[in-house]
């Protein structure tokens, strides 16, 4: 059975807050009034300008507004040590920078999983062959009535690509369960190309990594796999498992699916423009691939992640641009293993019917 993809056309709309409408209009269901509606976003790392504009948010704000709902824009912290959304306070710090205010969006601002990033409710994952034992999604993301995943499709140097299924698994989840899926692609020290220059000891902010013996050794206990040793060093002596961008795949596929037991997600809808060779954590992000494709809208994450791998393959990518999936490509992965999981765990199809808005 196939899935209704919502698609608006940036190439066949001439006023974008009434596309926007019929969209929301299309491909929300009925909302009970009063309920309290999380809008989950990536706000941008402080210095990246690719992440989705405030308008876009805003305009979902204020539909949910008109049905008598009560909506939050959420984010959740991060895992990586270096950047600024690592707390409550740098979150909202960064949001505001980045132009999410609570009076540009018309609603509140949320930190999903306090201000440690550790406040969530424990999922356990029973799924056949689960490399995940359980995880814990963000609270007030859990608690919310119901959810609307708003995800900017680009790359991702580990997943390949990053749209709702990320979304879900990493930008729902508190920080030790990114942590969890982080550490399914590992790390690995080739000491045949280290030279002992201890950039790795330094760059590490958990004392994950000693030096012994002339050599650095990871502590696994005290590691986060956040991958701050391996950009730090220039010789390319840490990596991840020769498999590790599959492992990280699966591992997102299986939290998702984690997430997806506990959360009422209303519609998952994915922004297929300023499409980057990175992710929104990066700043900059890397050099776009092609054109503003669009906007999808759908209640599947998995037929919603495929119509815009799609779309991408068919669009006119920039000079040099691998194809097809350039995504995967440019970042030496399968882009679809994250998706493939998903549709086997359940949760969703690869089989959907593009509507155009």
Do not use: W
């Not at 922004?271 to 092609?290: Q, R, S, V, Y």
């Not at 293993?337 to 949760?347: A, D, P, R, V």
Request: aromatic share 8%.
């Amino acid at each position: 059975m196939e899935s209704s993809v919502y698609f608006l056309d940036f190439n066949r709309i001439s006023n974008t807050i009434k596309a926007m409408d019929k969209l929301l209009e299309k491909s929300i269901s009925y909302i009970e009034p009063g309920s309290s509606i999380a809008i989950k976003v990536h706000i941008g790392e402080r210095g990246n300008f690719t992440y989705i504009r405030p308008f876009f948010i805003r305009k979902i704000v204020d539909y949910l507004k008109q049905q008598k709902a009560k909506p939050f824009v959420t984010e959740t912290t991060v895992l990586y040590p270096t950047g600024y959304r690592r707390n409550e306070e740098e979150i909202i710090e960064t949001a505001r920078y980045n132009g999410f205010t609570e009076e540009g969006l018309g609603c509140p601002i949320v930190v999903a999983d306090g201000n440690d990033g550790e406040d969530g409710i424990e999922v356990i994952s029973d799924f056949p062959n689960s490399p995940i034992k359980s995880i814990k999604v963000a609270r007030k993301i859990a608690e919310a009535n119901g959810v609307i995943i708003v995800s900017h499709v680009k790359g991702h140097v580990f997943s390949g690509f990053g749209g709702a299924i990320k979304n879900l698994a990493m930008g729902c989840t508190t920080r030790s369960s990114k942590k969890i899926q982080h550490a399914a692609h590992g790390i690995v020290f080739n000491y045949e190309k280290c030279n002992s220059c201890g950039k790795c000891i330094e760059a590490c902010v958990f004392s994950a990594i000693e030096m012994i013996d002339n050599r650095p050794v990871r502590n696994e206990n005290k590691c986060m796999y956040c991958g701050n040793c391996i950009f730090s060093c220039e010789n390319n002596a840490i990596d991840i498992f020769k498999d590790g961008k599959e492992r990280f795949q699966i591992a997102l596929a299986y939290v998702a699916a984690c997430v997806l037991k506990i959360i009422k997600p209303l519609v998952f809808i994915n922004f297929l423009m300023d499409i980057t060779t990175l992710c929104d954590c990066c700043a900059p992000a890397g050099n776009i691939i092609t054109h503003h494709i669009g906007i999808l809208a759908s209640k599947d994450p998995v037929a919603i992640d495929e119509a815009s791998l799609d779309l991408i393959d068919n669009s006119p990518l920039l000079p040099g641009i691998p194809y097809p999936d350039p995504l995967g490509k440019l970042n030496g992965t399968d882009s679809r293993i994250q998706i493939k999981y998903l549709e086997k765990l359940g949760m969703g199809t690869r089989k959907y019917r593009l509507i155009y808005i």
